[in-house]
T-cell receptor, first 114, second 114 residues
Framework: GESVGLHLPTLSVQEGDNSIINCAYS??????FIWYKQESGKGPQFIIDIRSNMDKRQGQRVTVLLNKTVKHLSLQIAATQPGDSAVYFC?????????????FGKGTLLTVNP | DVKVTQSSRYLVKRTGEKVFLECVQDMDHENMFWYRQDPGLGLRLIYFSYDVKMKEKGDIPEGYSVSREKKERFSLILESASTNQTSMYLCASSPPGGRYNEQFFGPGTRLTVL
C-alpha cells in the first residue's frame, strides 16, 4: 500500500555539524510534503512544508529538498544544536478532497552529541 | 500562541471500561484530529472533524468513536477499552484558509489498558 517511510530510524550527529534526515514516499499524487519535530514529552510541531511542484524550500536553519524522480524527501538542519534532538516525522498531504488529512511516516530519532 | 490541551497526561483503565479522552483548542480552529502514536508505527489518524457535529473516519477508526458538540472541543471515546488500545493519543487542530499542513498538537495522553 501507499506509505511515507524513513530510511533510517536513528541519526546521531555532533553539535555544530549539519544533519540530513531522509524520507521516501510512494504516492506521486501528494500535494505537499511536510516535516514535523517531536521533542520528548511533547506533541509534534510543524517545521516546514514544500509543495510538490517545488524542489527546494528554505526556512530558518532548515532546508527541505524534494526529488520527485526518486520519490525522496530530505530535511537538512544546519549547525545542529542540542535543542534539535527530537524525533522528526515526514508527512504528506494527499490530494483527493481531504486536504486537511496528513499521513505521517514512522519517524527518525535525531541525537545531537555535545 | 495556539494552545491544544488534553484532559490527562496519563490514564490507566481496565479492559471493558468506557474511556473518554478530551481535547480543547483555544484558537477557533475548524479542523480537529485524533491520532494514536505507537513505537515503530508513527502517528496514525483515528478520526477527524472539520466542523461541529461533523466527523470522518481516519485510517484506524475501529474501536473508537468521537464527539464534537462545540467547536473548541473534540472527544475520543473508547466504548469498551481493550489492551491493544494501550497507546499515546494525540489531539491536534488546524486553522482554516488553506493552512492544512500546519497542525497544532496537544501534549498527548498516555493510556494504559490493563
Amino acid at each position: 500500500g501507499e506509505s511515507v517511510g524513513l530510511h533510517l530510524p536513528t541519526l546521531s550527529v555532533q553539535e555544530g555539524d549539519n544533519s540530513i534526515i531522509n524520507c521516501a514516499y510512494s504516492n506521486s499524487a501528494s500535494d505537499y510534503f511536510i516535516w514535523y519535530k517531536q521533542e520528548s514529552g511533547k506533541g509534534p510541531q510543524f517545521i516546514i512544508d514544500i509543495r510538490s511542484n517545488m524542489d527546494k524550500r528554505q526556512g530558518q536553519r532548515v532546508t527541505v529538498l524534494l526529488n520527485k524522480t526518486v520519490k525522496h524527501l530530505s530535511l537538512q538542519i544546519a549547525a545542529t544544536q542540542p535543542g534539535d534532538s527530537a524525533v522528526y516525522f515526514c508527512a504528506e498531504n494527499r490530494s483527493g478532497g481531504s486536504n486537511y488529512k496528513l499521513t505521517f511516516g514512522k519517524g527518525t530519532l535525531l541525537t545531537v552529541n555535545p | 500562541d495556539v494552545k491544544v490541551t488534553q484532559s490527562s497526561r496519563y490514564l490507566v483503565k481496565r479492559t471493558g471500561e468506557k474511556v473518554f479522552l478530551e481535547c480543547v483548542q483555544d484558537m477557533d480552529h475548524e479542523n480537529m484530529f485524533w491520532y494514536r502514536q505507537d513505537p515503530g508505527l508513527g502517528l496514525r489518524l483515528i478520526y477527524f472533524s472539520y466542523d461541529v457535529k461533523m466527523k470522518e473516519k481516519g485510517d484506524i477508526p475501529e474501536g473508537y468513536s468521537v464527539s464534537r458538540e462545540k467547536k473548541e472541543r473534540f472527544s475520543l471515546i473508547l466504548e469498551s477499552a481493550s489492551t491493544n488500545q494501550t497507546s499515546m493519543y494525540l489531539c491536534a487542530s488546524s486553522p482554516p484558509g488553506g493552512r492544512y499542513n500546519e497542525q497544532f498538537f496537544g501534549p498527548g495522553t498516555r493510556l494504559t489498558v490493563l
